[in-house]
């Protein structure tokens, strides 16, 4: 077992809704979260970076962290057919290297 | 963009022969990685380096050798490539190790056949 899930999907959502799309981990001394966008034959590019537990928001954005549950979430508002891609999470503690979800594909449909 | 370029992009050989990838970086980062991506597996750290000459194992590298001569470039080697070894390899890259988040370049597409 990974220490950190994800469900692959793929999550399919029409224009506008909300997204939520989760991690689990299992490692409690997590301590940095990070979320990756991958576009098809692209390389993962950096959404959002969390330390610690709490919400960050970068626009349609929302990163949560609930580290009671271990929990890691991303929302994404307003959703639109260019948000469809892949999802990854990520968790990490210290000077070690982070572990990375298998991702989870979104589909938004006009 | 991170300044990070992954050549080949696209390449296709034969099981046996040697292949070597070559990630470059423009931003003069400490840390270089390579991963393998592949379904039902996601992203595979292959090797890393934490500076010139100064590399370690990742959690798949059987089969696989690198090299840093210079802080800009990190070479990835298969020494005698199997078809397991297809696969999207991706570089990526950060200042400083941990918490430091990673820059991913585009990826190489290789193909073992």
């Known amino acids: 077992q990974k220490e950190v899930e994800q469900d692959p999907g793929p999550l399919s959502v029409p224009e506008g809704a909300i997204v939520s799309l989760n991690c689990t981990y299992s490692?409690?001394?997590?301590?940095?979260f990070m979320w990756y966008r991958q576009y098809s034959r692209k390389g993962p590019e950096l959404l959002m970076y969390t330390y610690s537990s709490g919400n960050k928001e970068d626009g349609r954005f929302t990163a949560q962290v609930d580290k009671s549950s271990k929990y890691i979430s991303l929302f994404i508002r307003d959703s639109q057919p260019s948000d469809s891609a892949t999802y990854l999470c990520a968790a990490g503690r210290g000077s070690y290297i982070p572990t990375f979800g298998r991702g989870t594909s979104l589909i938004v449909h006009p | 963009d991170a300044g990070i370029t992954q050549s080949p992009r696209h390449k296709v050989t034969e099981t046996g022969t040697p292949v070597t990838l070559r990630c470059h970086q423009t931003e003069n980062h400490r840390y270089m990685y390579w991963y393998r991506q592949d379904p039902g597996h996601g992203l595979r750290l292959i090797h890393y380096s934490y500076g010139v000459k100064d590399t370690d194992k990742g959690e798949v590298s059987d089969g696989y050798s690198v090299s840093r001569s210079k802080t800009e470039d990190f070479l990835l080697t298969l020494e005698s490539a199997t078809s397991s070894q297809t696969s999207v390899y991706f570089c990526a890259i950060s200042p400083e190790g941990g918490e430091q988040p990673q820059h991913f370049g585009d990826g190489t597409r290789l193909s073992i056949l």
């Open positions: 490692n409690s001394a997590f301590q940095y």
